[in-house]
């Protein structure tokens, strides 16, 4: 183990050592370039000022309104953030997205992983796995829609086949207790190929040897999965948890096509919570304030995560 | 990764500032010659081909007008009235609801049509009584012409009616208070069915094992309750508001409200009617031509889907006498309303004109979809109902002993439904008892403080 480390290292951080010698050695000679460099940048520049820049600066200038998109808007500071600390629907959204985010985060890494380790060591048909982004190719909306179906409680299939072996029926969606359950494991469903793609190219790039060599010293499967495997997929798995609780939290479409909220309040998600308070009751002020909330907690989160799973470095250094 | 999280914020925010970009129309001179191409709206696909056949006649005897219609369903016609409204491509002229056209009088988004009404000497009493007023606003102007009206009656299955011994007569003639549900609990309870056959009112009845429920449920009402339960708190002497149009205090504090929700949603905890919990998913209506409810509490304007189903035989009866010994039913009507950014008023004034006359009103009655606002057009459709094999009597005779209660017209609809939605629900699926409206109502009415 030790010996295969310490050969890997010096490889690597040459290499890199002189990557970063020719781009500064190159950055110094040619500094007439960076008038034509800018111009390469314009483009994607300009979209991002106008895209996220403009309406970002905006949408935080539009928290401290009261604005019905019809007027004017109207500064009044911080009241919105006051209302809002007050709101018991606001906490109830943040607990509701907090539910659905832990389940299906939860859920859908562990299964990716899972799935990933299947195509790497079984099932090594193109077909196979390609497949198993089938789900990830169908848009939310139909995929929500599909299940929404699927599982109604009066003519779903899955309510009949549930009736027929004799269980109660099940209310998947006007059930408080199931709506959200529900709902994680739709978008489970669909991301799960995806994620699982992410995290096996991950695997792909653990060098063989590393393996030979736990092979060699009598490592089982299971140690070999918890001292090499994961170890060394770290830096992968806390990029693709980063993105995928981005995501997660910002569930939207699925709430919209099915509960709408409902029942009462058990799946009034942040975003739906937003999208209702600005676009159906015309409240841009307060809908912008709970975005500028949501923005908030999302970099707390990612900035956790990278902190303290150390994301940005690999243990193959 | 940080950048990711403000790349989604700004896409929300994007949407924001794209639909910020501020129209200033305003209202044309009416001087203008009438001429151009006409946009309108409307969100019932049933009633399309109506409304094409009213826009060909209207454009043969204005040659110099045409006019382009546009259907949208309903969940995506409001907020796309609304992203036109701000980004300057609403259309011309639109169907407007009740619940929502007070908010549009509010932001200056419509064009009062009282000149072109003088100008042109439109007779406002050929309108079924009150659907012409019901679409002036709390600042005295006229928003627009009434197009057509609905009210709510019982829709049952004849067969399941017939095998539990109910006649058509007894049907027509239900009773109801809040106490005991009267003839109409009776009846409900007597046509659920449960897996082994037994009936709702016999002995060992299993509730938790209905095949066939007495009433349909589509949803716990709102704060309107239009085709649910208003048609039995108005017979309590219950309103929604203090007055009606405009009212500025809700009562869904009062005893006589609160005691006919508890009782309605009561049927559910008997089994007569189906949990809530159920109904997210297949429409209410659907679920009657499966065969799994004897009786639903519609409106007009789903004659067409209810008689529609095949091999379902489908009754009408009106809905029950309550304590006051009078029927009672909610009156809700349509009109057609001008944007005030239209570029073309004169042509939209004119097109308003035509659609809530008895040429296109006579068109749309010999579809038989709808009633139109004309008495005599919608006597015309009462015929072409008729022809079509089906009595509409037990919505019409609402109009015709004056049973109907206007639709409650306030300011901050969608404001007031976002409190009272889920109240309702909760109160609907057992979760709190009735008097938890109480907090709604108070909730609702620091809306209007």
């Known amino acids: 183990m030790t010996t295969t480390t310490a050969r890997a290292v010096p490889v690597r951080k040459a290499s890199r050592r002189g990557t970063g010698g020719t781009v500064s050695n190159g950055w110094r000679r040619n500094k007439g370039d960076f008038k034509i460099a800018l111009l390469f940048i314009a483009p994607a520049m300009i979209g991002f000022i106008v895209f996220f820049l403009v309406p970002t600066i905006r949408g935080i200038y539009l928290s401290f309104t009261e604005y019905s998109i019809l007027g004017d808007p109207e500064w009044i500071g911080a009241k919105n953030?006051?209302?809002?600390?007050?709101?018991?629907?606001?906490?109830?959204?943040?607990?509701?997205?907090?539910?659905?985010?832990?389940?299906?985060?939860?859920?859908q890494t562990v299964l990716a992983l899972g799935l990933a380790l299947l195509m790497q060591r079984v099932a090594k048909s193109t077909l196979i796995r390609g497949s198993l982004l089938l789900p990830y190719l169908m848009a939310n909306v139909i995929a929500a829609l599909l299940w929404f179906w699927l599982l109604d409680y009066q003519i779903g299939i899955v309510n009949h086949l549930i009736d027929a072996v004799g269980l109660p029926k099940v209310a998947f969606f006007g059930s408080e207790q199931w709506a959200i359950p529900t709902q994680a494991l739709i978008n489970t469903w669909r991301h799960m190929g995806y994620t699982a793609l992410l995290i096996f190219a991950g695997l792909q790039a653990i060098p063989g040897h590393v393996y030979e060599v736990a092979n060699l010293d009598g490592a089982n499967p299971w140690q070999t999965f918890w001292r090499i495997t994961m170890p060394l997929l770290r830096p992968v798995i806390v990029l693709v948890l980063v993105v995928t609780v981005i995501g997660s939290f910002q569930v939207f479409d699925t709430v919209a096509v099915t509960t709408q909220g409902g029942p009462v309040n058990a799946s009034r998600v942040l975003q739906y919570y937003i999208y209702q308070r600005a676009f159906t009751e015309s409240d841009f002020g307060y809908g912008s304030a709970l975005a500028v909330i949501l923005f908030v907690i999302l970099a707390l989160v990612a900035f956790i995560q990278m902190k303290f799973l150390r994301g940005n470095e690999s243990d193959l250094d | 990764m940080k950048k990711k999280a403000a790349g989604a914020l700004a896409a929300a925010a994007a949407a924001v500032l794209a639909l910020s970009a501020c129209s200033n129309a305003s209202g044309g001179t009416s001087s203008e010659e009438a001429k151009g191409e006409i946009n309108y709206w409307l969100w019932d696909a049933n009633q399309l081909p109506a409304y094409k056949q009213c826009a060909e006649d209207f454009q043969k005897a204005n040659p110099n007008i045409t006019v382009k219609i546009t259907q949208r369903g309903w969940d995506d016609y409001w907020s796309t009235l609304t992203n036109g409204f701000v980004a300057g491509t609403?259309?011309?002229?639109?169907?407007?609801?009740?619940?929502?056209?007070?908010?549009?009088?509010?932001?200056?988004?419509?064009?009062?049509i009282d000149d072109a009404v003088k100008k042109d000497n439109v007779d406002l009493n050929v309108y079924n009584?009150?659907?012409?007023?019901?679409?002036?606003?709390?600042d005295g102007k006229r928003y627009g012409l009434p197009k057509d009206w609905d009210t709510i009656a019982l829709f049952y299955n004849k067969k399941m009616a017939a095998d539990a011994g109910i006649t058509e007569e007894q049907m027509k003639n239900l009773t109801w208070n809040p106490q005991d549900g009267g003839t109409y609990e009776k009846t409900v309870a007597h046509l659920t069915?449960?897996?082994?056959?037994?009936?709702?009112?016999?002995?060992?009845?299993?509730?938790?094992?209905?095949?066939?429920?007495?009433?349909g449920l589509e949803s716990a009402g709102s704060g309107q309750g239009q085709t649910q339960w208003?048609?039995?708190?108005?017979?309590?002497?219950?309103?929604h508001t203090d007055k009606n149009p405009w009212g500025k205090h809700f009562n869904y504090d009062d005893p006589k409200f609160q005691d006919t929700i508890k009782w309605w949603a009561g049927l559910s905890e008997k089994g007569y009617m189906p949990k809530l919990e159920t109904t997210v998913g297949a429409s209410v209506a659907d679920n009657f031509a499966a065969g799994k409810a004897a009786i639903n509490s519609n409106g007009s304007w789903m004659i067409g889907q209810y008689t529609g189903y095949k091999g379902v035989e489908v009754?009408?009866?009106?809905?029950?006498?309550?304590?006051?010994?009078?029927?009672?039913?909610?009156?809700?009507?349509?009109?057609?309303?001008?944007?005030?950014?239209?570029?073309?008023?004169?042509?939209?004034?004119?097109?308003?004109?035509?659609?809530?006359?008895a040429a296109c009103q006579d068109v749309v009655a010999s579809k038989a979809v709808v009633f139109p606002a004309i008495s005599t057009s919608s006597e015309k459709a009462a015929a072409a109902f008729k022809a079509k094999g089906v009595d509409v009597t037990a919505f019409t005779q609402h109009v015709d002993n004056g049973t109907t209660f206007l639709f409650p017209i306030a300011d901050k609809a969608a404001k007031v439904d976002g409190i009272m939605k889920p109240a309702m629900d909760s109160v609907v699926s057992g979760k709190q008892p009735a008097s938890s409206l109480t907090a709604a109502n108070e909730q609702v009415n620091n809306l209007f403080k």
């Open chain 1, 81 to 107: 953030y006051e209302a809002i600390a007050k709101d018991p629907l606001f906490w109830n959204a943040l607990w509701v997205t907090v539910q659905y985010v832990l389940i299906n985060i939860g859920l």
């Open chain 2, 90 to 112: 609403a259309p011309d002229v639109f169907t407007d609801h009740l619940s929502k056209y007070p908010e549009f009088i509010k932001n200056k988004q419509l064009l009062s």
């Open chain 2, 129 to 138: 009584k009150g659907l012409a007023d019901l679409w002036v606003g709390e």
């Open chain 2, 193 to 215: 069915v449960d897996k082994n056959g037994k009936r709702g009112d016999e002995a060992g009845f299993d509730k938790n094992n209905v095949a066939v429920y007495g009433l």
């Open chain 2, 230 to 239: 208003s048609f039995l708190t108005a017979t309590t002497g219950w309103t």
């Open chain 2, 315 to 357: 009754g009408i009866a009106p809905t029950p006498t309550g304590p006051n010994g009078k029927r009672a039913s909610m009156f809700n009507g349509l009109a057609d309303s001008i944007w005030a950014g239209t570029k073309k008023p004169a042509a939209a004034a004119k097109w308003v004109e035509y659609l809530g006359s």
